[in-house]
C-alpha cells in the first residue's frame, strides 16, 4: 500500500513491495497516487522477470567494485578501471546483463584497441570476464559468460630487456649511490632498492613493503600474491652483498627497509634514469635482469641443471617452470660459449 505525505512543496509519494522501497515528490496528491500506482506495478512485474533481465551490467559492476574488489590486494586500482568502464561510450552498461551478446563485446574490444595497446586491452578482458563469471556462478543473474565466445587480441611479446652493466653503474652514480656511506637521501635509497632488486630479483611492490622484522640473516619474508585474491609470505634468499646493501638502509626508516612507495619509486627511478641520459628499461627489467645474472652465476657453480631451475623459480616465487623462459634473457653468445 502506498503512503503519500504532503509536504511543504506539494505531496511525497512512498512505496514498499517485495522488499523493494521507493519514493518521489509531486506537485499534486493525483500524481503522487498515479505514479505510486505504477511503481508498484513495476516492481511486482520486475519480481517475475528472470535476474538477468533485472539486472543491468552497470549492476554488475557496482556489485562487483563493493563486493569482490575489496578482498583483492589490487582493491584500489581495480576499483578505477571498473568506473572507467561506466564511461565507456562501446560498452552497454544500461543493457540488462542477459542481453549482452559477444557482439556487444567485440565491438568494445575493437573501440578499445582503437586507442590503446592490446595488453591493455587483454587486461581488461581479464576483469570484465571475471564479473561475468561472478554474475554467473555467484549471484546466478546469467547461464553462461559471453566474453568467453569474444576473440582476444594476441598478446603482446615478453619485455626481453636486461639492463647491461655499464647502465646499471651510470644510475647509481646519478643516484648518488656509496657502498660505504649509510642512506640519508631519497635518491640513495632508490640506489640501493634497485641494487638489492638486481641481486634479489624481488619485485617493486616487495621490496617497498619489507619490513625491519621480516630481515633475517640469510634471507627475507616477504608479502607475496600467490593468486588472485589469495596472500602469502615467501622466503627470499639474501646473499652477502645483498644484506650488505640492505645494512645501508639502517637508521633512514624505523619501519620500512627502503621507505619508499612504489609510485615514488618508479617516478623517481624514471627521473634519475632520464638524467644520466639512458633510456629502454625500466625498474621491472631488473627482475629480468636478475634473473639472467642470477641463473648464469648458478650454472657456474656446476649446479644440476634441475636443481639450479628449481631453485630459480623459489628465489622468484615462479609456480610454473615456464615462467623461467620469461625471464631468464641471456645473450645468445654467451649460450654459445656454453656449448661444448
Given at each position: 500500500m502506498a503512503s503519500i505525505k504532503p509536504t511543504k512543496s506539494?505531496?511525497?509519494?512512498?512505496?514498499?513491495?517485495?522488499?523493494?522501497r521507493d519514493s518521489k515528490s509531486f506537485r499534486t496528491a493525483r500524481e503522487a497516487n498515479a505514479w505510486a500506482a505504477a511503481r508498484e506495478t513495476e516492481i511486482r512485474a520486475d519480481e517475475k522477470k528472470a535476474p538477468g533481465e533485472r539486472h543491468t551490467l552497470r549492476d554488475a559492476l557496482a556489485r562487483y567494485s563493493e563486493e569482490v574488489s575489496p578482498k583483492k590486494r589490487g582493491c584500489l586500482k581495480e576499483q578505477i578501471r571498473l568506473k572507467a568502464?561506466?564511461?565507456?561510450?562501446?560498452?552497454?552498461?544500461?543493457?540488462?546483463?542477459?542481453?549482452?551478446?559477444?557482439?556487444?563485446?567485440?565491438a568494445w574490444r575493437d573501440?578499445?584497441?582503437?586507442?590503446?595497446?592490446?595488453?591493455?586491452?587483454?587486461?581488461?578482458?581479464?576483469?570484465?570476464?571475471?564479473?561475468?563469471e561472478e554474475a554467473r556462478r555467484e549471484w546466478k543473474w546469467i547461464l553462461v559468460n559471453p566474453l568467453s565466445d569474444v576473440r582476444r587480441p594476441r598478446a603482446?611479446?615478453?619485455?626481453?630487456?636486461?639492463?647491461?652493466?655499464?647502465?646499471?653503474?651510470?644510475?647509481?652514480?646519478?643516484?648518488?649511490?656509496?657502498?660505504?656511506?649509510?642512506?640519508?637521501?631519497?635518491?640513495?635509497?632508490?640506489?640501493?632498492?634497485?641494487?638489492v632488486a638486481l641481486r634479489?630479483?624481488?619485485?617493486?611492490?616487495?621490496?617497498c613493503g619489507l619490513t625491519w622484522d621480516r630481515v633475517f640473516d640469510g634471507y627475507c619474508r616477504?608479502?607475496?600474491?600467490?593468486g588472485r585474491t589469495e596472500e602469502s609470505l615467501r622466503d627470499v634468499p639474501l646473499t652477502a652483498k645483498a644484506l650488505a646493501?640492505?645494512?645501508?638502509?639502517?637508521?633512514?626508516?624505523?619501519?620500512?627497509?627502503?621507505?619508499?612507495?612504489?609510485?615514488?619509486?618508479?617516478?623517481?627511478?624514471r627521473k634519475f634514469r632520464n638524467r644520466a641520459g639512458l633510456s629502454g628499461f625500466?625498474?621491472?627489467?631488473?627482475?629480468?635482469?636478475?634473473?639472467?645474472?642470477?641463473?648464469?652465476?648458478?650454472k657456474s657453480n656446476n649446479l644440476p641443471a634441475q636443481q639450479a631451475l628449481l631453485d630459480l623459480c623459489k628465489i622468484f616465487g615462479w609456480t610454473k617452470l615456464d615462467q623461467a623462459l620469461t625471464y631468464f634473457n641471456p645473450d645468445p653468445r654467451d649460450i654459445a660459449k656454453r656449448i661444448l
Open positions: 506539494g505531496y511525497r509519494a512512498q512505496v514498499y513491495v517485495l522488499g523493494v568502464f561506466l564511461a565507456e561510450p562501446s560498452l552497454p552498461v544500461d543493457l540488462p546483463i542477459g542481453e549482452i551478446t559477444p557482439s556487444h563485446l567485440a573501440a578499445r584497441l582503437r586507442v590503446v595497446q592490446a595488453g591493455s586491452v587483454l587486461r581488461d578482458f581479464g576483469l570484465m570476464s571475471s564479473v561475468f603482446p611479446d615478453h619485455r626481453e630487456i636486461v639492463i647491461a652493466r655499464w647502465q646499471v653503474k651510470a644510475m647509481l652514480r646519478e643516484l648518488g649511490y656509496s657502498k660505504r656511506t649509510p642512506v640519508r637521501s631519497v635518491a640513495q635509497a632508490v640506489a640501493v632498492c634497485f641494487l634479489t630479483g624481488m619485485r617493486a611492490g616487495e621490496l616477504t608479502p607475496h600474491k600467490s646493501s640492505i645494512e645501508l638502509m639502517r637508521g633512514y626508516d624505523p619501519k620500512l627497509v627502503f621507505g619508499l612507495k612504489t609510485a615514488s619509486l618508479d617516478a623517481m627511478f625500466t625498474f621491472h627489467d631488473s627482475r629480468h635482469t636478475a634473473a639472467t645474472w642470477i641463473a648464469g652465476r648458478m
